[in-house]
């Protein structure tokens, strides 16, 4: 019965959310060993031909600043507006905003796109988990949320080989209008799949003051989002360091090329994406812990391990490594912050929650360029995976374990 309800939960959320989520990640995942190069060779110095590592870093993160900037704003939003039309307009923006690339802009104005771009990447996340939250049971979450990641994952298993097959044939101009098109492409189920409000929001209440709502969650749960933000913050930075990591360091420490590339990442993401099931099983059986904890340790010796690659042979042996230890965690992040989430003012929390681990994103990227600028590229995983460590041990000594006995949990609890 418990399984059969489960089923259903995953059926309506395939066109709502899984779709969605694929094609999306297959567009962004065609970025992953491409848009590193492609910033660099534009700022590349043209008298000594040098590569500005920091610049790099800086471009790749800049979604992720857009993203902590309009985080808040669009939870305040989403007490305005239905789910869906932040899940609709979120897809626009990102599509609209890589296409943008493929007119091989100035820098500057690549900032600003990759800024629209994680501002839609805010609100389409902020609605889509929201949503989540409230169809999802508790104690079915663990796998549903594992779900999600995996679903996730597969799309960043096609999309970086695409991507760098398509810009080493075609140009990155095209990659850019592929991906793009891929990101709008997740449009269509949502738009035929509308999803009914919730009562018309009954968080509409908040609309009285809503930046004062904003303040008492930050008061009332201010401990847990100390503890378990930090623990997010360096989570999300090693994940995000991730891919600036890999493809600079294949093609600057050991000279492979983007379809060389491409595939090192997607053979990261192909074991990355079987795990999730496990994830799922870990969290719902274990807690949350048994695979957030185990997750980021590993990865982090798997970062530190990447010195080691010596040849396109090397570098997918260490990506394999890193996708096992990432696939073990897959959905973590989403269920521990769905977990965490009080009954009252749901949207306000998901704003936060995202806010701090949109710093960890913007923060990846940026040390990663900052460090191989300042001490070399050799250093930089090393840097990463001190984050990693970092969060590893920060979830297991600080955070309370959020899973509750099935006994415990009322069968019609979100």
Known sequence: M?????LNTVTALVPRVYIQIFTA?????????TLPLFVADLVRDPRTGQENITLVGLAVGMAALGTLLWTLPSGLLLNR???WVGQIAGLVVMATAVMVLALSPPYSVLIVARLLMGAGMGLWALSRMQYMRRVTPRHQRGRIMSLFGGTNRIGMFVGPGVGGTVAGTLGYEAMFLIAGTCMAVGLIPGLAYRDAPDNEKESTQSAISLLRGLGETLMTRRRVLFTAGTGHIFAQAIRSGRPVVLPLYGAFALGLNEQEIGLAVSASAAVDMTLFPLAGYLMDHFGRKFAIVPSFALFSASMALLSQARDFTGLILIGLLIGFSNGIGSGSMLTLGTDLTPSERPGEFLAVWRLVGGIGDMGGPVVVGGVAD????MLAPFFVAALGLCGALTFGLFVPETLEKRSSVPAAEP
Do not use: D, K, T
């Open 2 to 6: 418990h399984s059969g309800r489960a």
């Open 25 to 33: 990640s297959v567009g962004m995942g065609m970025l992953v060993p």
């Open 81 to 83: 507006i239905s789910e």
């Open 374 to 377: 300042v001490f070399g590229l």
